[in-house]
Every structure is written in C-alpha cells, then in structure tokens.
C-alpha cells in the first residue's frame, strides 16, 4: 500500500526522539479497520508520549496520539464499512498500539464509535479525550446524585482541555462553576465558558489541613496530588470529587477525615478503557449538551507537520483548552 506521513517516537541511549517522516503501512499494527485520519487532538498524556518525561510509551517505534477522527478505507468488523465517519479514544493507542499522530491507522473496531450525529469530525476531536473525561465526570456526578442545588462545583486545572469543557458542561447544567487556574489572565476565557468565580489556584496547592471550611458541593479534579487533598478537605458534607487527572502528581497526601467525618466521596474516572455503552452514552450526551459556539471559543488548530512543538508546552500549562490536528 506505501507509506504515509506520521510522528514516529524512537527509543535511544539517550532516551528517545520525536520525528515527523515516512512511515511503512505494512509495519502497521494488527486490527480489524483502517482508518485514514482526518483529525487528531492534543492531550496532556501526548505530552508525555512526545517528550518522554514519563514512561508513557511502552513499544518502540511508536506513533505518538491517542486519539482521532476520521473515515474507515477497509474493515473486517461487522459494525463498520468503508465510507463510514468514527471517532476512537483511548484503549492504548499512542501507548501500546500505533497511535493517530499519521494520515493512517489500524485498530480494533471494538476501539471505535461511530461519529455522533451533530458533531463533525473536526469538533469530535476539539472534545477528544479531553471532552470526554469531563462527560465521564459529568455522569459520575449525576450518578451519586449531587445536584446544583446541593451548592457550587469547583474545576482545578480549569484552563486545560478537560477543565474547560467541564466548565462549559457544568455551566450548562445549572452548576455555580468555580473555575481554579494559576494563569490570572485566562479569568475572561473561564467566566466566557460559563464560570461564575475564579479561584487562585495556589490556594490548593500547598499542603493543607485534614477538614477545611466547606465549600463546594461537587468538583472535577485534572490535577491530583495537593491539590486534590484539599479539594476532598473542602467539599461539603455527602459531596463528591471526580477525579480524573494528575497534573500536579500521582500521589494523594490525604487522610480519611473528609470521608468519615463528612461522607464525602471520591469518584475515580477511566477514559481509556470504558465500556463500548458506556462510551456511546458520554459522546451521545456530549452531542446533545456541549455548547459548540463554546466549544469553537476553547479550540485552536495546527497542521499535522506542527504537532511535535506542542509537547514540551501542554506539560508547562501554556497550552489553553483544545487544540485540533488537521490531518487530512
């Protein structure tokens, strides 16, 4: 069949590089449809795939980019033909499994979702996985039952791909937002997506106590470590925190205090491997709820030759909201 254009992450003595060349579609991964890439995305967990400051990348040579939008060329799986319009995240790809950073991939099309009614494919990958895990945080919350009216929601790390959307979700489902961001300049951008407060973000990054003054009734927190230990800290009583990133660490210096002292609860999201329902739900609820004139105001677009740039920026915060790769 040839060869495309794709990233291509190589393990060296060194530690690894980044480059952007030809790549053999006959070293292309086992899977059961092809896919040629319109879209891609850029994602926190890309970063660490494109600069490897953390051992995301477990097979080499990898093709970096976890997530993509595009149109099936061949499939051997039932759900999909060739013409039809999908959407995957997650699932290894970009980790273990060639990933979406090239004009082609191939992959299980049990990793796949057909491509929501009333998104486009540019728009599917402005949400990406980003979008998605702030759906998935969204339903977890709905699930345990808190409500607007139980008090505001707080978003930590609000100026990135997945707080943004979950200020532009929460805001649309009635939610009091405080937003919380260490940039002071974003607080129009935040307040544009629907946050009613800005919140300092170093007011939760320094170690604090067990119990602090209740606050929020709900959060979404993309950031982990400190910074989540006082956010369970102030959570109001029968609260809950999704907890979906680790920008600021993997661990948790908490203690029990906020779960038995005030029944708060601490809800884990996995975007990668989520149910095929599961999945389909979070994008079919994103279709119908994402405001996408937000949506467009948070998103920004690059060519497929740039992507390597953004590495090292998504992993030092300069990056704002959602950032499409033009494939096609």
């Known amino acids: 069949m040839g060869t495309f254009k794709a990233w291509v992450v190589e393990k060296t003595e060194g530690g690894q590089t980044l480059a952007f060349r030809d790549f053999d579609d006959a070293d292309l991964m086992d899977g059961d449809v092809t896919v040629r890439v319109t879209h891609s995305t850029v994602n926190y967990k890309d970063g660490l795939a494109m600069t490897g400051r953390s051992p995301v990348v477990r097979r080499f040579p990898m093709i970096p980019g976890i997530d993509f939008s595009g149109v099936v060329e061949t499939s051997d799986h039932p759900d999909y033909r060739p013409g039809d319009a999908v959407v995957h995240t997650g699932w290894g790809v970009g ?30 990958m402005a949400v990406g996985t980003a979008g998605y895990t702030a759906m ?24 990135g791909g997945v707080g943004s959307v979950a200020v532009a979700l929460l805001a649309r489902a009635g939610w009091h937002v405080i937003a919380s961001t260490g940039r002071a300049g ?14 300092d973000r170093a007011e939760l990054a320094k170690p604090g106590r067990p119990l602090g003054k209740e606050r ?21 009583a029968d609260g809950a925190v999704a907890a979906c990133g680790l920008a600021q660490g993997m661990d ?33 609820r994103l279709a119908r709820e994402l ?23 998504i992993l030092d915060g300069k990056v704002r909201g959602r950032t499409v790769v033009e494939v096609a």
């Not at 129009?188 to 946050?195: Q, S």
């Not at 709900?218 to 109001?236: E, Q």
């Not at 975007?271 to 389909?280: A, G, I, L």
């Open 95 to 124: 980790e273990t499994h060639l990933g979406a950073y090239a004009e082609r991939a191939r992959v299980k099309g049990d990793w796949l979702v057909p491509l929501p009614a009333g998104l486009s494919p540019e728009q599917a």
């Open 136 to 159: 998935l945080s969204l339903m977890a919350l709905d699930a345990h039952g808190v409500t607007p009216a139980h008090g505001p929601a707080l978003v930590t790390g609000a100026s």
């Open 186 to 199: 974003e607080a129009d951008y935040l307040k544009g997506l629907g946050a009613a407060e800005i919140l």
């Open 216 to 236: 929020w009734a709900a959060a979404v927190d993309a950031v982990g470590s400190v910074t989540l230990a006082n956010v369970l800290a102030m959570t109001k």
């Open 252 to 284: 948790l210096p908490t203690s029990v205090a906020p779960f038995i002292l005030r029944g708060v609860s601490l809800l884990g999201i996995n975007s990668v491997t989520t149910p095929q329902s599961k999945r389909r739900e979070a994008w079919a």
């Open 291 to 313: 405001d996408l004139e937000k949506l467009a105001a948070m998103t920004s677009r690059i060519r497929l030759e740039e992507v390597g740039r953004l590495g090292e920026a």
